[in-house]
């Protein structure tokens, strides 16, 4: 009896499940319904969302109008080449094709090609050559004027002109020569030198005769200048000196010690490169706010004789 009881209750599961596989595709249709979700509204929900990007959009509006660049050609910069004719004096053609006087254009072109080698056979003169009323230092030649050739209303006098133009004299312009200070260490008072800037060396060497042999050592170093000779450093200070360029900027370096002819110190590119807000300029040196002119004044300690070892 038992027996029958469970077998009467399998067939009626059966049965059951048999009607849910045919008749559970509506309902499934029927729970997709957005009124019959049930809607997670916990802070803490872990629900993926259908819509992976969230950004607002903005829509245009009606009546708003596109923005537009505008541009315009840029004016020619650069060297313009002259259109002034020497004969006539009047822009818009050269000395070679003036109307006015062609024998006369044409001799005195050929003057100034003979005179300039330098010049290409089809370069024009006008854009080299410019004309002067009077001689001053600027002046590279002087040709001489055809009474033949002037105008009538036009007759000038070319007998002041001489004959060969004196130079005068040039200024003589002294090297890059800084006036710094050199530090033996922290504490001791700064001496003054002048250091001669030099960007085309290799390792700073400075006269030993500016600090006290105790701060130098013996140690050999080889280099080979300008003209091809060899020559040895035999000193090397013991520990890093300073070079104070400014009150506010001391530069801590190992520099040679080596008799120099006619400096006290010489700066060379391995102080340069760790130096990044220094400047050289042609009369002076800077360092962000600070300044300093070069000066006329080489050196301030003279040259002696000083033996390798100490």
């Known amino acids: 009896m038992y027996a029958l009881s469970s077998l009467d209750k399998l067939c009626a599961t059966q049965r059951f499940f048999s009607k849910m596989l045919t008749e559970g595709k509506n309902l499934q249709s029927q729970c997709r319904q957005p009124s019959l979700q049930i809607k997670c509204k916990s802070s803490s929900c872990t629900c993926r969302t259908k819509k992976k990007n969230h950004f607002k959009r903005f829509k245009n509006k009606k009546g708003r109008s596109k923005r537009f660049k505008f541009f315009r050609k840029k004016t020619k910069r650069g060297w313009n080449k002259s ?3 020497y004969i006539c004096g009047k822009p ?3 000395a070679k094709k003036c109307p006015n006087k062609k024998a006369k254009s044409a001799r005195l072109v050929q003057q ?4 300039a080698d330098e010049v290409p056979s089809d370069a024009d003169i006008e854009s080299i050559f410019s004309e002067q009323d009077q001689t001053d230092p600027s002046t590279t030649f002087v040709l001489q004027e055809d009474i033949s050739d002037s105008e009538s209303s036009g007759s000038s006098d070319y007998s002041s002109v001489p004959e060969a133009y004196q130079a005068i004299p040039l200024v003589p312009q002294f090297g890059p020569h800084a006036p710094v200070w050199i530090r033996p260490d922290k504490y001791s008072n700064p001496v003054d030198v002048i250091a001669y800037l030099d960007t085309g060396s290799h390792n700073t060497m400075m ?3 500016i600090l006290p042999p105790e701060y130098w050592k013996s140690q050999e170093h080889h280099f080979r200048a300008a003209d091809g000779k060899v020559f040895a450093t035999h000193l090397i200070s013991k520990k890093k000196i300073g070079i104070q360029f400014f009150p506010s900027f001391t530069l801590w370096v190992h520099v040679l010690g080596t008799p120099l002819p ?3 110190i010489l700066l ?3 102080v340069f490169c760790q130096c990044k807000s220094l400047r050289i300029l042609p009369s002076e040196i800077r360092y962000k706010k600070n300044f ?3 000066s006329d004044i080489p050196k301030i300690f003279k040259l002696s004789t000083i033996q390798a070892p100490f």
């Open 268 to 270: 060379s590119w391995d």
């Open 112 to 115: 100034l090609r003979d005179i």
């Open 92 to 94: 818009g053609h050269y």
């Open 262 to 264: 006619d400096k006290d």
């Open 207 to 209: 006269n030993p005769t």
């Open 83 to 85: 259109q002034h004719c």
């Open 292 to 294: 300093k002119a070069f």
